[in-house]
């Protein structure tokens, strides 16, 4: 992940932050996006992740589709 002025992690992951963090391929990563198992958005030829959603994927053990429904719902809020 990027790190700000201050240091700190920004809330969107590359593939391949995402790859590391979740100790998986890249190709892994690419193809579970594709098939809209992780949430993700495709930028010209490059994915981008919410951290937040995929912490509460895995946290929650849930599919990916109730944990984006649930964010919708909250208009973005963490709960």
């Known amino acids: ?8 992690n920004t809330d969107i992951m590359t593939t391949r ?11 892994t990563i690419c193809r579970l996006a594709r098939e ?3 949430p993700g958005l495709k930028i010209g ?12 994927l895995i946290a929650s053990g849930s ?3 109730e ?3 649930s964010f919708e719902a909250s208009g973005g809020e963490q709960n």
Do not use: C, H, T, V
């Open 17 to 27: 932050q995402l790859a590391e963090y979740l100790q998986m391929s890249q190709i």
């Open 67 to 69: 944990i984006f429904e």
């Open 45 to 56: 030829k490059e994915w981008r992740f919410p951290k937040e959603l995929i912490d509460r």
């Open 1 to 8: 992940m990027k790190r700000n002025k201050k240091g700190s």
């Open 63 to 65: 599919n990916f589709e």
């Open 36 to 38: 809209k198992k992780l």
